[in-house]
């Protein structure tokens, strides 16, 4: 990865995203447009308590934004946060497939420069 890629990585926000729980609860929250720890936690194999601290995590790195209602928190997708995961993995993948291309390109030539030496023989 380019310097310039690294540096707009936010390590937080995607090592919150790594999570398989964190990721079915904000595609949850996509699919709702909100939602609680209770609610979430209907489609989880996971306690409330669980859903509750993996929303925290989510917060905290700005993906959600919590409003009061009552006894609860209800959850909404922080879009624009949402926005600024998808432009880093994107940038991530473009960099990725830069590399990919560098590296065919060394594969390739290894092959003509040892198909070109059995020719030779």
Do not use: C, F, N
Not at 27 to 54: M, N, S, Y
Request: charged share 30%; no cysteine; hydrophobic share 40%.
């Amino acid at each position: 990865m380019t310097t310039a890629v690294a540096e707009q990585v936010d390590d937080e926000l995607w090592s919150a995203i790594g999570d398989p729980t964190r990721r079915r609860m904000v595609d949850l929250l996509l699919v709702d447009g909100q939602g609680t720890a209770t609610t979430l936690g209907q489609h989880l194999p996971v306690t409330r308590q669980a859903v509750a601290k993996h929303l925290g995590v989510l917060d905290r790195v700005g993906l959600v934004r919590a409003t009061r209602e009552g006894r609860e928190r209800r959850y909404v997708i922080d879009e624009a946060q949402l926005a600024r995961a998808v432009a880093q993995l994107e940038s991530v993948g473009t960099a990725w497939d830069a590399r990919m291309q560098r590296i065919k390109k060394i594969a390739e030539a290894i092959q003509r420069t040892q198909r070109d030496e059995q020719d030779d023989k």
